[in-house]
């Protein structure tokens, strides 16, 4: 009985001392993760440190941009075979152990962990032994998951250190932008103003000098509509925007878009397309006139001189749409939301020249009247199609008779 009772005492014993140290190396590991900062040194430590404790070779893979990357590794230059990539692809998209010892991914050699805070899969680690036996015996894996629960802890932090920094980084970008924006076009607004009205004033002597004043006006108004583009986007981005809303007919605003880019477009052949019979639209006349002169601009710009630009106006869905088309290479399919962002050129279309102002503009102003924008290539032939849509709230019918 004696014997007995000792024996149990002294398991009691070790058990007791195995959870200390067990717990003391759980609190050293915690400690030693808070003083890392970056995913590189975080990596490296977990692999190191759990590849000593369980002895077996370990490694932490993150997903870059849908990839399975190797972050860090014990030893260093591992390289995933296609069944290792599988099996890490389990764990990652259904956020469980996959691999040898699991029940998902048995071929492969290796057992992966998914790492992370509650159902985020932040990372994937992996482990294996060198004589591909089972890679962690049954009474060890509580000790993995306690280590991977720390370690899922410390991606987390990480992650949200640096996104916190990206989003940082974002304002103070969007600040700058807004007040170079605000400072060029105000200061540049008045002596354009003097240029243009000095033009207007002046007289040729002979047809040389008509068509050079006729050239400067013409480069010293598309430089006054730029700065009217720039004090537009201030505007937008500060929440500036004064709102009108009364009904206007669709063929005299657009019309007027016309006449007033009339010397801008030249020869330039533009085909308008509207029924009389269509409803007013309630919209604020100033901020839709900008909008019908930057769609026509951007489809004189990419359409080209030798072909027509179409303004098309017709009934859609309980609604009406108005569409600006041209004959150029159109837009590549994905990218239709992406060309009316701010300063945004589309490489590999028509949409990769000018400063990415007037579309944004569009948005912009046409949002801010509650209306709705889109994109799309023409369904009867090459070119794209700008079009403003608007609800069956934004019309205004016209009375009979």
């Known amino acids: 009985m004696a014997s007995k009772l000792a024996s149990q005492s002294r398991e009691q014993a070790m058990i007791a001392r195995a959870s200390a140290a067990q717990s003391a190396m759980l609190a050293g590991f915690a400690r030693q993760l808070t003083g890392i900062s970056t995913m590189d040194a975080l990596a490296q430590v977990l692999c190191r440190t759990i590849g000593e404790l369980l002895d077996g070779d370990t490694v932490l893979l993150l997903r870059d941009e849908g990839a ?54 932040i990372a994937v680690f992996g482990i294996a032994r060198q004589d ?83 050239t400067t006006r013409a480069e010293a108004e598309r430089l006054h509509r730029f700065v ?59 901020l839709f006139h900008h909008c019908l002169i930057n769609l026509i601009d951007n489809a004189v710009k990419y359409g080209g001189a030798d072909t027509p630009v179409m303004v098309r106006a017709q009934r859609a869905s309980g609604g009406l749409v108005l569409a600006v088309e041209d004959e150029g290479p159109g837009i590549p399919v994905g990218e239709e939301r992406r060309i009316f962002e701010t300063f945004a050129r589309i490489e590999g279309s028509d949409r990769k020249g000018g400063t990415g102002l007037g579309l944004a503009i569009v948005k912009g102003f046409a949002e801010a009247m509650g209306l709705n924008v889109e994109a799309a290539n023409r369904a009867g032939g090459a070119g794209a199609s700008l079009r403003i849509r608007f609800c069956a709230g934004q019309l205004k019918e016209l009375p009979e008779g």
Do not use: C, K, Y
């Not at 998902?104 to 985020?120: D, T």
């Open 68 to 121: 399975i990357v190797v972050a860090a590794s014990r030893p260093d230059g591992f390289r995933m075979d296609p069944i290792d990539i599988a099996a890490a692809s389990l764990a990652f998209d259904r956020n469980r152990p996959a691999g040898l010892g699991s029940d998902m991914g048995g071929a492969s050699e290796w057992l992966f962990q998914p790492v992370g805070p509650g159902e985020r899969v």
């Open 132 to 214: 591909a036996a089972m890679p962690l015996a049954l009474e060890r894996r509580p000790l993995l998951a306690s280590l991977l629960d720390q370690a899922g802890l410390a991606l987390e932090r990480i992650v949200l250190e640096q996104e916190m920094a990206g989003l940082a980084q974002v304002r103070e970008r969007d600040r700058l932008r807004h007040a170079l924006l605000s400072s060029v076009s105000h200061d540049l607004r008045t002596p354009l103003t003097t240029i243009l009205g000095t033009l207007a004033g002046m007289q040729a002597a002979d047809g040389e000098q008509a068509l050079q004043l006729a």
């Open 228 to 286: 009217d583009n720039l004090l537009d986007m201030a505007r937008i981005e500060a929440g500036a925007l004064d709102r009108r809303i009364e009904a206007v007919d669709l063929s005299e605003a657009v019309a007027a878009a016309l006449d007033d880019m009339a010397r801008m477009l030249g020869e330039q052949a533009v085909v308008v397309d509207i029924a009389l019979d269509l409803p007013l639209v309630m919209v604020d006349p100033q």
